[in-house]
């Protein structure tokens, strides 16, 4: 399966600081790289348009780090994900473990968010992960097999159209890397369920998240199950987010 790499910039950024970012990735031309790997990054909602003409003709996409779950009305400060697709993104992050934390995401949301993201022309990638709480009391199948479950009620056919990103809530901004082995077990776990619900879903994009970093990027990518990566931290270096890239 092509892999994918996926940055995501968080709430990071300036015109001057995505400026000299991304001079950084087109000088690496990552062309070389597009047949065995898309790459894409997420920045903030008020730099998408920007970032979209600056990336445009090089093999860079675009995505958004959310979206809301409402096409559009009386809901102030959302960012809908049709707007998002007409800035031209491609992608559309949901779930992500700092929204479920600190903005009370519930796995209805996110499955809502993604159904929006699809219905808008994106590729929701959808992220979901346990917390080390969850992963010492051994229930990371569970909480991951919970949050995926939620998308895969909802969206139907539509599941073999999006993203699952796996993204262990202790591994992310921590420097701490879920070992690929560990890594692994999750993806499989998660790929099992996806053929389960639907056998075309065994050719869903499986990302690992949680500090890729470019000394560990290769051994990750490696692994059966693991179909790329989304990358916090090392996205904001071109330098390292390039050499990420390259490992897929
Ligand atoms: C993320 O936020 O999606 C992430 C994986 O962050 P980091 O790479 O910094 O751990």
Avoid at 124 to 145: D, H, M, Y
Avoid at 188 to 204: D, N, T
Wanted: with cysteine; net charge negative; aromatic share 6%.
């Amino acid at each position: 399966m092509k892999k994918l790499v996926v940055g995501n910039w968080k709430l990071h950024g300036s015109r001057a600081f995505n400026a000299e970012l991304i001079q950084g990735l087109l000088a690496a031309d990552l062309a070389a790289t597009a047949p065995r790997a898309d790459v894409a990054v997420c920045p903030p909602f008020v730099y998408l348009g920007e970032v979209v003409s600056a990336l445009s003709g090089s093999a860079i996409g675009v995505g958004s780090q959310d979206v809301s779950a409402q096409a559009q009305g009386a809901f102030t400060g959302e960012v809908a994900a049709p707007m998002v697709r007409e800035l031209g993104a491609r992608y559309a992050i949901v779930g992500h473990s700092e929204r479920r934390s600190y903005h009370g995401e519930t796995d209805q949301v996110v499955a809502d968010k993604a159904k929006a993201a699809l219905a808008a022309g994106l590729i929701p990638i959808v992220c979901v992960g346990e917390t080390l709480a969850e992963r010492e009391s051994g229930s990371t199948e569970a909480v991951v097999g919970r949050q995926l479950k939620a998308v895969i009620d909802l969206l139907g056919a539509q599941l073999v159209d999006i993203v699952v990103a796996y993204e262990p809530v202790w591994a992310i901004g921590t420097g701490k890397t879920a070992s690929p082995e560990q890594a692994q077990a999750v993806h499989a776990f998660l790929r099992a369920q996806l053929v389960s619900a639907q056998a075309a879903a065994a050719g869903v994009p499986l990302l690992y998240g949680g500090s890729v970093k470019p000394d560990n990027a290769a051994q990750l990518f490696a692994q059966a199950d693991i179909n790329g990566g989304l990358i916090g931290g090392a996205a904001l270096k071109a330098a390292d987010f390039v050499a990420i890239a390259r490992a897929a």
